[in-house]
């Protein structure tokens, strides 16, 4: 919301000078409005910083700015509007005046599926370069900060700042092959920051805080189903806590800080418990050992006693969230190949099934009978995922989608070969978008 405040706007123009500042406007808006095309984002950024040199000049009127923006605001609620669409601006539109600006302000970036930037060659970037320098950084800044909409604002501006030296650097130097080798080498540590905290805000911003504290307790339980819910709930909810802190934080270092010095607590706990974990651990560079970590696929489940179910008392006291949260833990340590996106459906129905019954006339008598009908249906639901996935993780995707027909031919004697078709689609683009580690959570959820 401040960000339409005169003072702060001109201040930041004073002190970036206008070609930072307009590079910095690139990012933000194109990280906003992250399913803008290059050109809309064009728009709105050169209006933004026409209405900063005009209006922070020396001797400006003080209600130039006041007027420019509100007529900024006015043209974004236009139908005709020549500026990037945003899921929220018609909600922002039906207010007036301020309202309205400080509404359009605080805009969120719309999560986004997957990143899709794809680097292109050293020899095409160097190419694009010369042709336009200018033009090239524009459009480098616009692709990688949509494309990486979730990573802080911080993270994105050394990103990318690093990368358009290196290109200067590199396409101008008699050796560009090894500059470029060893420029990418001091840059990946940045790369792998920026792909990590994309990938962490994301899941952040479609859960929240406690859920996202969850769905990190599940995946760990499932790396290492030895590990005691006690020895992995202060992990989750230190990760969840990074997060908070963060993902919308304007903090130079908060993100790379935070993520390093949980690294280390998770090392501390996990290095004697599991030698993946120790081999992730081992590195010099945390950040290489945090993204080692997120991409240990799941371990075998062990062989563990029964788990025992909370009673209906404990569900409805105070420590009912935690109650559920434990018998989620041990349903997700006991099968290693359930998806985040079934996981945290479940931790949804759990959430909603104790708010349904603890406040209604008869607790126990509605859990019961609520608990019987969500075991009938849970159980072969589990199941199918749980070996979905498992084939998928194990098998290369031709002979996968070879075993998901047969097992589909069987299972459905009475479809047609077109139904057979669509199921078959219809559970691999599952698998092939769900089952994997950073599955994107908005489009699982609407899949389960």
Same mark, same amino acid.
């Given at each position: 919301?401040?960000?339409?405040?005169?003072?702060?706007? #001109?201040?930041?123009?004073?002190?970036?000078?206008?070609?930072?500042?307009?590079?910095?406007?690139?990012? *933000?808006?194109?990280?906003?409005?992250?399913?803008?095309?290059?050109?809309?984002?064009?728009?709105?950024?050169?209006?933004?910083?026409?209405?900063?040199?005009?209006? #922070?000049?020396?001797?400006?009127?003080?209600?130039?700015?006041?007027?420019?923006?509100?007529?900024?605001?006015? !043209?974004?609620?236009?139908?005709?509007?020549?500026?990037?669409?945003?899921?929220?601006?018609?909600?922002?539109?039906?207010?007036?005046?301020?309202?309205?600006?400080?509404?359009?302000?605080?805009?969120?970036?719309?999560?986004?599926?997957?990143?899709?930037?794809?680097?292109?060659?050293?020899?095409?970037?160097?190419? *694009?370069?010369?042709?336009?320098?200018?033009?090239?950084?524009?459009?480098?800044?616009?692709?990688?900060?949509?494309?990486?909409?979730?990573?802080?604002?911080?993270?994105?501006?050394?990103?990318?700042?690093?990368?358009?030296?290196?290109?200067?650097?590199?396409?101008?130097?008699?050796?560009?092959?090894? #500059?470029?080798?060893?420029?990418?080498?001091?840059?990946?540590?940045?790369?792998?920051?920026?792909?990590?905290?994309?990938?962490?805000?994301?899941?952040? /911003?479609?859960?929240?805080?406690?859920?996202?504290?969850?769905?990190?307790?599940?995946?760990?339980?499932?790396?290492?189903?030895?590990?005691?819910? +006690?020895?992995?709930?202060?992990?989750?909810?230190?990760?969840?806590?990074?997060?908070?802190?963060?993902?919308?934080?304007?903090?130079?270092?908060?993100?790379?800080? !935070?993520?390093?010095?949980?690294?280390?607590?998770?090392?501390?706990?996990?290095?004697?418990?599991?030698?993946?974990?120790?081999?992730?651990?081992?590195?010099?560079?945390?950040?290489?050992?945090?993204?080692?970590?997120?991409?240990?696929?799941?371990?075998?489940?062990?062989?563990?006693?029964?788990?025992?179910?909370?009673?209906?008392? =404990?569900? #409805?006291?105070?420590?009912?969230?935690?109650?559920?949260?434990?018998?989620?833990? +041990?349903? &997700?340590?006991?099968?290693? /190949?359930?998806?985040?996106?079934?996981?945290?459906?479940?931790?949804?129905?759990?959430?909603?099934?104790?708010?349904?019954?603890?406040?209604?006339?008869?607790?126990?008598?509605?859990?019961?009978? !609520?608990?019987?009908?969500?075991?009938? =249906?849970?159980?072969?639901?589990?199941?199918?995922?749980?070996?979905?996935?498992?084939?998928?993780?194990?098998?290369?995707?031709?002979?996968?989608? !070879?075993?998901?027909? =047969?097992?589909?031919?069987?299972?459905?004697?009475?479809?047609?070969? &077109?139904?057979?078709?669509?199921?078959?689609?219809?559970? &691999? /683009?599952?698998?092939?978008?769900?089952?994997?580690?950073? &599955?994107?959570?908005?489009?699982?959820?609407?899949?389960?």
């Amino acid at each position: 919301g401040k960000a339409y405040v005169r003072e702060k706007v #001109c201040q930041e123009y004073r002190m970036l000078g206008k070609e930072n500042f307009r590079t910095l406007t690139i990012i *933000a808006n194109s990280r906003k409005y992250s399913n803008g095309t290059f050109e809309e984002i064009g728009h709105l950024v050169r209006e933004i910083v026409s209405l900063a040199e005009t209006c #922070c000049a020396d001797g400006a009127d003080p209600s130039c700015y006041d007027a420019g923006s509100t007529a900024l605001s006015v !043209k974004s609620c236009r139908a005709d509007s020549p500026f990037p669409a945003h899921p929220g601006t018609a909600e922002c539109c039906a207010h007036e005046g301020l309202e309205r600006k400080l509404c359009l302000a605080a805009l969120r970036p719309p999560p986004q599926p997957l990143p899709q930037y794809l680097q292109p060659s050293d020899r095409e970037l160097c190419q *694009a370069f010369r042709q336009d320098p200018r033009e090239f950084a524009d459009r480098f800044l616009y692709e990688y900060s949509s494309s990486y909409s979730q990573a802080p604002l911080p993270v994105l501006l050394g990103s990318t700042k690093t990368f358009l030296s290196m290109v200067s650097t590199c396409c101008i130097s008699p050796a560009p092959t090894a #500059c470029f080798l060893k420029e990418k080498l001091e840059r990946k540590t940045l790369s792998l920051l920026t792909l990590t905290s994309n990938r962490i805000c994301s899941r952040f /911003s479609a859960y929240g805080k406690d859920k996202v504290s969850f769905s990190y307790l599940a995946s760990l339980a499932q790396k290492v189903p030895t590990a005691s819910f +006690e020895d992995l709930l202060p992990l989750a909810e230190d990760a969840a806590e990074v997060s908070s802190q963060c993902c919308d934080s304007v903090a130079e270092d908060c993100m790379q800080k !935070k993520l390093l010095e949980h690294t280390a607590k998770v090392c501390s706990v996990l290095s004697g418990r599991d030698g993946r974990f120790a081999d992730c651990c081992r590195g010099k560079n945390l950040m290489e050992n945090h993204f080692c970590i997120l991409a240990l696929p799941p371990a075998p489940a062990p062989r563990l006693p029964e788990a025992s179910e909370p009673t209906n008392k =404990e569900l #409805c006291g105070k420590e009912g969230a935690l109650h559920t949260t434990r018998s989620l833990f +041990e349903l &997700a340590r006991r099968h290693p /190949s359930l998806p985040d996106a079934i996981l945290a459906k479940l931790y949804d129905s759990s959430g909603k099934l104790r708010g349904e019954c603890c406040s209604s006339k008869d607790p126990s008598a509605c859990l019961d009978s !609520k608990r019987k009908r969500m075991e009938a =249906e849970l159980r072969p639901l589990l199941e199918k995922a749980s070996q979905l996935c498992g084939q998928y993780n194990k098998l290369p995707f031709l002979e996968f989608k !070879k075993r998901l027909r =047969e097992s589909l031919t069987q299972a459905e004697p009475e479809a047609s070969p &077109a139904q057979l078709e669509e199921l078959l689609e219809q559970r &691999a /683009s599952f698998a092939s978008t769900c089952c994997l580690l950073d &599955a994107p959570p908005l489009l699982c959820a609407s899949k389960v």
